[in-house]
Each structure stands twice: as structure tokens, then as C-alpha cells.
């Protein structure tokens, strides 16, 4: 019997694929749900599933008759009570449909309990769950509660530790405890103090998760670039560096180097703002050809504020210059003023000293800076 297994197996696979496709087809056509077994109908009805969802999830759950909804009548009432809508609830039923069949004491309640008494808020316990509803499956004692216990002892509050689940929710069912700890102790060896660790966890978790012979290799390649692991610019260069192979940080230089900097400028732009070396190519040609181009500004500008290639051509740079331009052919600009820190300013900031202060002297200059057509406004 043994031999035929694959094929046995093969063949349930093909049929519960023909029996959705042909219960689809036939639904559309107008046979109505009656013609749908009670399981799709169900799944329809009180889960939200759409027809073809029903159909995938009822083949993953063992037969599920009119008398017999108890136990996924008490699954979908105890989400409820927890805070999941209907969006939510057929979201979870379609990724992990088995769900329907756990028992609400003894499986669900202890689980979302716990996450809850730990200090995740509400609708962060049911977005964990809906990004990974596997963690629904795993063992609260052997895999739940020693992960969130790994995560709280490096995290300084609960509000870190909900800060990095919201950014990886996948924290809570991936993470290998080995690996994660050597990974923090990695940042400890290297200097890096405990409070700028939890920071990182809470800002950008997923650089934990990376292999621990590659963590090593990118703090020893930071440390050795001049970073300083006690401030706080160490830490994203480690994750800038963490998310990239060795390859990859060589091609981000070259891209660099074929625009006109040299490699000793291009370190000094990555120790100043180590993201500037995560942007994609079109994005940093694009944001040079505007600099260089239409500000009419020389490439070694750049070297020492290396933090304006990260803002967005369309909806900061481009806006404001608009405004400066405005500003400067009305004399309204020191001539002393370097119109790069323009680009820096704070939004509130730049809105109260170069549009509001001069909202006289230049009729219309906030719709410029919004984008607001003067023609289209006079309609």
C-alpha cells in the first residue's frame, strides 16, 4: 500500500482542485449556494470568505455538517469578543481555516490572554495574529511565551517590544531564540549600550533576524568604517549594512562612484546618513539630476548633507523650490542663506518663516507650494 501513496495522495490533491474549480463554475452559473456544500456555505456566510477562499479553506477542514458548528460558532464569537471584525475574521479563517476547529478555552483564549497581559495593545494582538495566524498552531508554553520572554528581555518596555512586532510580526513565530540572542550579543561585544539595542529592536527589528556569522562581519566592518557603537548612527549603519550582501554594498558604491563622487566621499556621505546608501539607483539619480540640474548646485554639496537625497522629489524638493525661486526673485532671500538647509527644515518650521511670513509679499505662494492650479481654483 505503501508504494501507492504518492499517487493516492496526487490524486486527492487533483480531485479537491477539480471539485473547486467545477463548484465555482457552477456557482457562477447560477446554480445558487444550495448547490455548494454546507462547509463553503458556512464559510461564506459567517466567516466572509469570498466563493473561491470557502472552496480552498473547506477542503483543509475535516467535515463540518449543519448540526455540527458549535465549535466554529464559539471560535468566530470569542474573535469577536476580542476585537477581530469580519475583515479580520475571514483574513485569519482563509490563511489558517483550521482555526475554526481549536478549542476556545484550552487553545485560543490562554494565547491571546497572555499577548494581551504582556502590554500588546488590542488591535496589535489581532494584527500579529492576522499577518501570521501560524502562531495560533504553536505552543504557548514551549514557543509563544519563550520568544516573547527572549524579546522582553532586550526590549526596555512593552512598548518596544509592541513597536517591533507591529514593524515584524513574524517575531513571534520565526525568530530562532539562538540566533537572535547571539545576534544581540554581537551588538553588546561591539560596544553598542543596552538602550540603543532596545531602540533598534523597536525601529528595526528584522536586522536580528539575519544570519549570525553576518552580523558579526558587518559590526566589525562599521566599527572599522569609524563609527562609534555608543551613538546612535552605528546602529543604522549596521542596518543598512545587515541588509545588504557584500556584492550589493559594492555596486551601491560604484552607482555612487559613476555619478562623480569619489569612494573616500562616498564613506564620509554613509557615516553622515548611513540610508543615503539604501536608496535605490533610479530614486538617487533622479534626486541628484534635480540638485544638480534644476538648483543648479555642484555634486560636493552633497558630500556633507548626504541626509537630502532621502526626501522625495515630488513632495518635498520640488514644492519648495518652487517657494524659494518665488522668494528669491522678490529679493524676500538673504543672500547668505544656504537654500540647501531650506530643503532640511522641518515642515512646520518652513511653512511658518517662508510662507506665512511672506503670504503679502507673494500672493498665492501656499497653493504654489501645494500645487494648487490658480486657474482651477478660480472655477
Known amino acids: 500500500m505503501g508504494r501507492y501513496a504518492p499517487l493516492r495522495t496526487l490524486f486527492l490533491s487533483s480531485s479537491k482542485r477539480l471539485f473547486a474549480s467545477g463548484a465555482t463554475t457552477l456557482y457562477r452559473a447560477g446554480s445558487g449556494s444550495n448547490a455548494l456544500p454546507f462547509a463553503v456555505q458556512y464559510l461564506m456566510k459567517s466567516c466572509g470568505l469570498p466563493l473561491d477562499s470557502a472552496l480552498s479553506a473547506a477542503s483543509k477542514l475535516r467535515e463540518l455538517g449543519r448540526d455540527d458548528t458549535e465549535k466554529p460558532d464559539s471560535v468566530i ?18 490563511k489558517q481555516p483550521i482555526v475554526l476547529s481549536m478549542n476556545v478555552d484550552r487553545i485560543l483564549k490562554p494565547k491571546i490572554q497572555f499577548l494581551s497581559e504582556i502590554g500588546l495593545p488590542r488591535d496589535l494582538v489581532v494584527n500579529v495574529i492576522i499577518r501570521n495566524p501560524q502562531v495560533m498552531s504553536r505552543s504557548l508554553d514551549a514557543h509563544i511565551k519563550p520568544r516573547c520572554e527572549l524579546l522582553l528581555e532586550y526590549c526596555k518596555d512593552a512598548d518596544t517590544l509592541a513597536a517591533a512586532l507591529w514593524r515584524c510580526s513574524q517575531l513571534l513565530v520565526h525568530v530562532d531564540n539562538g540566533r537572535f540572542g547571539r545576534n544581540v550579543e554581537c551588538l553588546i561585544e561591539s560596544g553598542m549600550p543596552k538602550d540603543k539595542i532596545s531602540r533598534l529592536i523597536g525601529m528595526q527589528p528584522r536586522v536580528l533576524l539575519h544570519s549570525s556569522d553576518w552580523m558579526v562581519w ?25 541588509s545588504m550582501t557584500e556584492a550589493t554594498w559594492r555596486k551601491r558604491i560604484d552607482i555612487f562612484k559613476s555619478i562623480g563622487w569619489s569612494e573616500e566621499e562616498v564613506f564620509v556621505m554613509f557615516r553622515r546618513q548611513p540610508y543615503c546608501l539604501a536608496s535605490s ?44 525661486k ?46 494648487v492650479d490658480a486657474m482651477k481654483k478660480g472655477k
Open 77 to 94: 464569537s470569542y474573535l469577536r469578543s476580542c476585537g477581530f471584525n469580519k475583515t479580520h475574521i475571514a483574513a485569519l479563517v482563509g
Open 218 to 242: 558587518v559590526t566589525k566592518f562599521v566599527k572599522g568604517l569609524g563609527f562609534d557603537p555608543k551613538a546612535l548612527m552605528f546602529g543604522h549603519a549596521v542596518c543598512v549594512m545587515a
Open 281 to 324: 539607483k533610479d530614486k538617487l539619480l533622479r534626486v541628484v539630476d534635480f540638485f544638480v540640474n534644476t538648483v543648479e548646485i555642484e555634486l560636493k554639496a552633497l558630500v556633507g548633507r548626504p541626509h537630502l537625497l532621502l526626501y522625495g522629489i515630488d513632495k518635498r524638493l520640488r514644492p519648495r523650490y518652487k517657494v524659494i
Open 326 to 371: 518665488a522668494l528669491a526673485s522678490k529679493n524676500l532671500l538673504s543672500e547668505k542663506k544656504n537654500v540647501l538647509t531650506l530643503f532640511a527644515l522641518g515642515e512646520k518650521k518652513f511653512v511658518k518663516n517662508y510662507i506665512a511670513k511672506y503670504k503679502d509679499d507673494v500672493p498665492g505662494l501656499m497653493d504654489m507650494y501645494l500645487g
